[in-house]
C-alpha cells in the first residue's frame, strides 16, 4: 500500500502545515511516512512545495507521473506539476491567483500573460480535476486562513485510495495536534471539504 500526494501553493498558504497533518496522521497508524519540503523562498511568497509519500515508500521524491492526487493553494502553481500526473491523478486546486510571485510555472519560462486560463488547463491535467474557491468556503466557516485544510477535506472526499493509508479520525486527531489555532473549527472545515469533495 502506498499513497503519494504531491502538495504546492506559495509561501504563507499552510502547505508545510498540511504536510506534518498527513504525515503525522500516518504515522499514528504505523505507516511509514516520508516528507520532502521545498520552502526555501516561503518567506518571500515565492513557490512552495511539498511531497508526502506513505505507505510502501522509500525515496523522498514522488516519482514523476505517479502522484495519487496534486493538492493546489494557487491556481497558477498547479500547472507547473503536470510532469507528477498520470490520468488517475486527482487534482484538487483553488481558485486563488497571486499576483507578482515566483511561481513554479514562471520559472519554468511561460509567462503568466501568455497563458490561457489555468481554469481551461487543469481539467485536462489528471484523471479527476475540481477547482474550488477554498478561500471562500473557509471565510464562511468562520476560519479565514483555513482553505488549506478544507482542500484536504476535498482530496480525502473525493479520492477514496486515501483511506487505504488513513482515516478519517487518525486526520482529525492529527489536525488537532497540529494545529494550534481553533482545532474545533478546523475539524470541522475539513469535515465540510470532505463533504463537499464527496458530492463533487
Known sequence: MRYDILLCGV???????????????????????????????????????AHVRMGDVHSPMIPKGHAHALLSLELGETLGYADYLNPDTVIVAST?????????????????????????????????????????SAVQLGVPRAANIFLLGVVYGMDSRIADAIDPGQLIASIKSVVRRKPEENVAIFQSGMKYGAEH
Not at 502545515?17 to 515565492?46: F, P
Not at 511561481?103 to 509567462?111: C, F, V, Y
Open 11 to 49: 509561501g504563507g498558504q499552510g502547505i508545510i502545515t498540511l504536510s506534518e497533518i498527513l504525515a503525522t496522521a500516518a504515522i499514528s497508524k504505523d505507516l511509514k511516512a516520508i516528507v520532502t519540503q521545498d520552502r526555501g523562498l516561503a518567506q518571500r511568497g515565492g513557490s512552495v512545495k
Open 96 to 136: 486563488t491567483l497571486i499576483a507578482g510571485v515566483d511561481t513554479a510555472k514562471d520559472r519554468k519560462g511561460k509567462e503568466p500573460g501568455n497563458q490561457v486560463d489555468p481554469r481551461q488547463v487543469i481539467p485536462q491535467m489528471g484523471g479527476r480535476a475540481l477547482i474550488v474557491d477554498a478561500d471562500a
